[in-house]
C-alpha cells in the first residue's frame, strides 16, 4: 500500500510517517500531483494538502476524485468548516483532516482510509473482470442477451432475429457459459454491475485523455 501525499508541511509529513510507521504503508513525498503514481493495479492513497492546490481548490479536489475513483482521497487543510467537509466528501473524498494534524487523529482514521482504499482497488478489478467477460461475446451473442435481459422467450427471439429456436439456444448457451452465469438472475445482475461500473471508469478515462491531469 502507498500513501502518496503532496504537503509543504514537514511537520504534517513527519505525522504521517510516524501514524504509518507500525502498517504495510510505503509513504511517498511530492511536490505536486504529477509525481503521484495512479496504478490501477493496487491500492494507494493520495493525501493532497489545500495550500498546494491554491485558489479553486474544491473544482480540483473534484476532478482529482473524477480522475482517479481507484484512489481513495484524503485532503488536508486549515481552517476547514463542516460545510467544507461536506462538500468534499460530496466530490468523493475518503477523509478530511483538519490541521493541524496530530498522530493519535491519523491513526485513528487508517482503518477506514485503508478499508475504503482496498474497496477502490477492488472495483477497478471487478470492471476489468466483467468487461473481459462481455468483451469476449460476438455481436450475435449480444443480439441475444438483450432478448434474454428483455424477457423475451426463445421463440419470440428467434423471429426477431430470424433464425432457428436451435439457433437461438445454442447461443443463449454460449452466452450464459462465456458469462459464466446459471440463470437469468444472475445475467442482469452482471450487466447491471458493469453499467454502473463503467459509468465511473469510462468516464474517468475520457476526463484524462481530453485534459490531461489534475495540475497543481
Sequence with gaps: MKFYIVDYDATSLVAWRTAAADEPIVIVESQTLDNTVHTQ????VVIVDRSPLGDGYRDKVHRLCAERPHQAVVVTGAQFGVVDAVELM???????????????KIVRSLPGILQASQAA????????????????LSSRECDVLDCVLEGIPNKETAARLNVSIRTVESRRAKVYRKLQAKCVAELVRKFDRLALLKRVFESNEANQSSSGDVQV
Design 41 to 44: 493495479d493496487s491500492p494507494s
Design 90 to 104: 460530496r466530490c468523493g473524498v475518503t477523509w478530511v483532516f483538519e490541521k493541524p494534524l496530530s498522530v493519535t
Design 121 to 136: 482497488a477492488t472495483n477497478v478489478n471487478e470492471y476489468k473482470g466483467l468487461k473481459a467477460l462481455f468483451d469476449d
